[in-house]
């Protein structure tokens, strides 16, 4: 169950979402917040968002002391990688295109840096959660710095994307890129090695694999699989594959055409010409 504390003066259980026929339970109760706070609270995460309901941030507990976790886009660190975005290896990897799809944004740097570097870019997210925060990073984003061209560039979908396929068409329509080139990304989250410890492990990737269990109900393989065949509908140019340095391909019967390596990780390239159907 989710739990959605906030100030109202009764408790009151409704259904706010369905997700592959699973309804969503909410649990409204009164609290000590502050009238522009709400916490929504799953096991075993916590969700903070504004009196609009954006969410803000993410933490493990409301007594905790560990600093809640947020997407920001905004960081001095951040914007000097947005200025220099076309010596990033993800933008090395996508080529030329026109417009990015991003079927799993995730954290949405890398699709950041797809329109730093001057390309439209449709950011898909599945995680109610991360689209949630993306969504709240985009408008911080906003916020600061107007609707710059980075900040027009980007589109976001909150969806499976097998679902989201007549959304992503819409999208292209919306940006005019029909008769331009495309290409796809996919960065599909690398399964948890046990014997990592926790304290190694970057607090981002943490939440990354907690939120991405909820939703990954088939194997990594058959995912895999699944997004890489909702690539190939879209993409025109090339489709992008981060993998980890030692990682398998993506799909283990197609090896690439070219790879862009870094020290922890490559980019598997596949020429969309030269894919067989």
Request: proline fraction near 3%; charged fraction near 25%.
């Amino acid at each position: 169950m989710i739990m959605i504390l906030t100030n109202l003066s009764k408790c009151v259980n409704f259904q706010i979402k369905t997700f592959k026929g699973s309804s969503i339970k909410i649990l409204r109760r009164i609290t000590s917040l502050s009238s522009s706070t709400v916490i929504v609270a799953t096991e075993p995460f916590l969700v903070r968002t504004n009196s609009n309901g954006n969410i803000i941030d993410i933490r493990k507990r409301i007594s905790s002391l560990e600093k809640p976790f947020k997407i920001e886009f905004t960081s001095p660190s951040f914007q000097m990688r947005l200025k220099q975005a076309k010596k990033e290896l993800a933008v090395r990897a996508i080529g030329k295109a026109d417009l990015i799809i991003d079927l799993t944004a995730g954290l949405g740097r890398d699709s950041m840096m797809f329109a730093g570097s001057g390309k439209h870019v449709i950011m898909v997210e599945e995680s109610i959660i991360l689209a949630g925060l993306l969504n709240s990073a985009l408008q911080d984003f906003e916020r600061k710095f107007g609707s710059n061209d980075v900040h027009r560039r980007v589109k976001l979908v909150e969806g499976n994307a097998a679902h989201c396929c007549h959304q992503i068409r819409e999208l292209i329509d919306e940006v005019g890129t029909l008769k331009q080139s495309v290409s796809v990304y996919l960065d599909p989250m690398y399964p948890e090695n046990p014997h990592t410890r926790k304290s190694l492990v970057k607090k981002e990737t943490q939440w990354l694999h907690l939120l991405a269990k909820q939703y990954n109900m088939e194997g990594e393989e058959e995912n895999n699989a699944t997004l890489f065949k909702i690539a190939k509908l879209f993409a025109t140019d090339r489709i992008v594959a981060k993998r980890s340095i030692s990682a398998p391909y993506l799909m283990k019967n197609i090896e690439p055409h070219a790879s862009v390596y870094g020290r922890t990780q490559r980019f598997d390239i596949y020429l969309v010409n030269q894919l067989k159907d």
